[in-house]
């Protein structure tokens, strides 16, 4: 392989290793691109620390940057209407709940159980 992106960075820092390694095989040289946020700074730092090796930092464009954001944002909403489309001509439709009229009842339940509430036990008259 000539390059290798890396855009999702593994959590061990010898599967980075492993990834970036499959460029220079049987000595060629190769490119290693990692995609990284504000989260993923503390991974880098081990990465470095374990290869011995500073990470360049690839210059940006803020503008770019945001162009190229909203041409992401713009496909994954027209993405997400084809499969609404496609799965509304394949006949697939949301569940409903079978009876609506039990709905008001389920919900207090699930209030009870989600606050953690005690819920009161009545003893039954025999």
């Not at 994954?76 to 709940?97: C, D, I, S, V």
Request: net charge positive.
């Amino acid at each position: 392989m000539d390059i290798v992106i890396n855009f999702d960075i593994p959590t061990h820092s010898k599967d980075y290793i492993h990834r970036v390694g499959r460029t220079a095989r049987a000595g060629r040289a190769g490119k290693s691109i990692t995609l990284v946020t504000q989260y993923d700074v503390e991974l880098i730092q081990r990465i470095e620390a374990v290869t011995g090796k500073k990470m360049d930092l690839w210059p940006t464009d803020k503008e770019e940057i945001a162009l190229l954001r909203e041409r992401v944002e713009e496909a994954a909403r027209l993405a997400a209407t084809e499969l609404r489309e496609e799965g509304a001509k394949k006949g697939y439709r949301k569940r409903r709940k079978e009876n609506q009229d039990d709905k008001d009842v389920r919900d207090r339940d699930d209030d009870v159980v989600q606050a953690g509430m005690p819920t009161k036990k009545r003893k039954s008259k025999r």
